[in-house]
């Protein structure tokens, strides 16, 4: 009995390699599938050389609030804060997004960003203006932008130019 990995293993083992490395490889793993009919699903995905956040925004692209919540919850190469921020950026105007990310704040381990988020999200709309009129007394500009959405947005916009500073990146 070989101890070498027979063909299907080296795939598999070669796609967790490009997986976890972060490559990319020119020739599908598993040449046997046969993927022609999920071809034009995939058209429009910056699979290869776009960033994460750059393929996570294409497959979250129409997709339901619901469905938004549970891919961002399962992506394991984002942390937790920047999950939440994605979250406030994609879920749709309709969505109470900090009821909805509840389960990623739950799970963050950012304590800064977990605080923004549950004082944000406690936050009266008339509070969230006042708050906004004060972070941003010295950029009138930016207070008048954020000031411009509906009052659930602006609450997003708000939290988001917020939580960027607790962010690693």
Known sequence: MSRRPQKKQREQIEATYLYESGESSAAPVDASRDDDDDDDDM????VEGGSVLDQLGAILH?????????VLGEVPALDDGTKIIVGMQKLSAAASAFLLLQPIADACENEGIVMLFHKVGALSPEQVDTD???VYADDADNARNLMSHPPEQRRRLFFTSLAAGYLDD
Request: hydrophobic share 30%; no cysteine.
């Open 62 to 70: 129409g997709s339901s609030d619901e469905e938004i919540v549970k």
């Open 132 to 134: 906004i009129a004060s």
């Open 43 to 46: 058209e429009d995905l910056p």
